[in-house]
């Protein structure tokens, strides 16, 4: 079954620290993969999407990913934290456009 | 115009009470989305519309009811809602289900939280 991990439920990290979000998925095909950050009482916002090519994807606010396949990973990656960067990160991979699998999240602290 | 608006922001309902959620995109999309999410807890897909038309019902109880009627507006009517409805209502949209080929990027609105009394 398809199914997607964050192994870290929660993460604390210094402001200017560099940080890593893991996300790992199971999908039998190549798969489309996104992340997206959600701020307290917002909606989701993208970051960053993988459809195919260049397998280490830039994103917005900072971001980057990169893809493994032989891992089956999509980490999330951002040299230098701000505390604006605090919030709930979710991974999620897209079986079809109606069928999006999140993953269960990440909440980001940061420390000033 | 780049966004997926929500309104309102808040709403307090009673449990005999009827009210609607409304979500609006200008973007052209095709397909939009209702989502209920507990806090913490990632999305769950409640309704999608395709063309308008209402592709999936995730096993929703029927006092929730989708409506879409036009391709830019989408409502959820709400109806004798339970305490346990209390959640986040999240409307998101994607460009075109057929000419993406079936896999496309979903945009979200800021959502509507919801506490039922």
């Known amino acids: 079954a398809q199914s997607v991990t964050q192994p870290d439920i929660h993460i604390t990290v210094s402001e200017g620290a560099s940080l890593e979000l893991r996300c790992n998925y199971s999908?039998?095909?190549?798969?489309?993969l996104f992340w997206y950050v959600q701020s307290p009482g917002q909606g989701l916002q993208l970051l960053l999407k993988y459809f195919s090519g260049d397998t280490l994807v830039q994103g917005i606010k900072g971001f980057e990913a990169e893809f493994k396949r032989s891992q089956s990973s999509f980490n999330l990656r951002k040299p230098s934290v701000h505390w604006s960067d605090a919030a709930e990160y979710f991974c999620a991979v897209g079986l079809s456009y109606d069928k999006v699998i999140f993953g269960p999240g990440t909440s980001l602290s940061v420390i000033p | 115009d780049t966004e997926v608006t929500q309104t309102p922001k808040h709403l307090v309902m009673g449990m005999t009470n009827k009210k609607s959620l409304k979500c609006e995109q200008h973007m052209g999309h095709r397909a939009m989305y209702w989502y209920k999410q507990k806090a913490k807890k990632p999305p769950e897909l409640m309704f999608v519309y395709s063309y308008e038309k209402l592709s999936i019902n995730e096993s929703v109880p029927s006092r929730f009811s989708p409506e879409c009627p036009n391709s830019s507006l989408l409502n959820l009517h709400l109806h004798a809602l339970q305490p346990e409805d209390s959640a986040l209502y999240l409307c998101?949209?994607?460009?075109?289900?057929?000419?993406?080929?079936?896999?496309?990027?979903?945009?979200f609105g800021p959502g509507t939280r919801l506490l039922v009394l």
């Open positions: 998101a949209s994607s460009p075109d289900p057929v000419l993406a080929g079936g896999l496309e990027t979903q945009y």
């Open positions: 999908y039998g095909a190549t798969p489309y």
